[in-house]
Nanobody, 126 residues
Framework: QVQLVESGGGLVQAGGSLRLSCAAS????????MGWFRQAPGKEREFVSAISWSSGTILSADAVKGRFTTSRDNAKNTVYLQMNSLQPEDTAVYYC???????????????????WGQGTQVTVSS
């Protein structure tokens, strides 16, 4: 049974940093891509970044380019989201997601992923 468990969220002041982790278990050898999404109160879930499990190719949303870095540790079956220069508008529940079939490009929409973590809250105060 596939499980994705996020950790590392919390409360931080504007300009601060956090690193989120997503530990995957159960069937990770079949994963092709991993993604990060976020959902703020009253808003739709939005794409943050995606990474190819095998090649390490990364795609990031314009809103986080230059501030957020996505990486993976295949040995630990873990994906990371390093978030720097956080702003109040980054406040959201952050989710990691995984897909176990190949796609031509990294998925940037929620339906492109099969498995989801429970989410971790990130709150940025001004």
């Amino acid at each position: 049974q596939v499980q994705l468990v996020e950790s590392g969220g919390g409360l931080v002041q504007a300009g601060g940093s956090l690193r989120l982790s997503c530990a995957a278990s159960g069937g990770t050898s079949s994963f092709y891509h991993m993604g990060w999404f976020r959902q703020a109160p009253g808003k739709e879930r939005e794409f943050v970044s995606a990474i190819s499990w095998s090649s390490g190719t990364i795609l990031s949303a314009d809103a986080v380019k230059g501030r957020f870095t996505t990486s993976r540790d295949n040995a630990k079956n873990t994906v990371y989201l390093q978030m720097n220069s956080l702003q109040p508008e980054d406040t959201a529940v952050y989710y990691c997601a995984a897909v176990s079939y190949m796609t031509a490009t990294l998925p940037t929409a929620s339906p492109g992923y099969q498995y989801w973590g429970q989410g971790t809250q990130v709150t940025v105060s001004s």
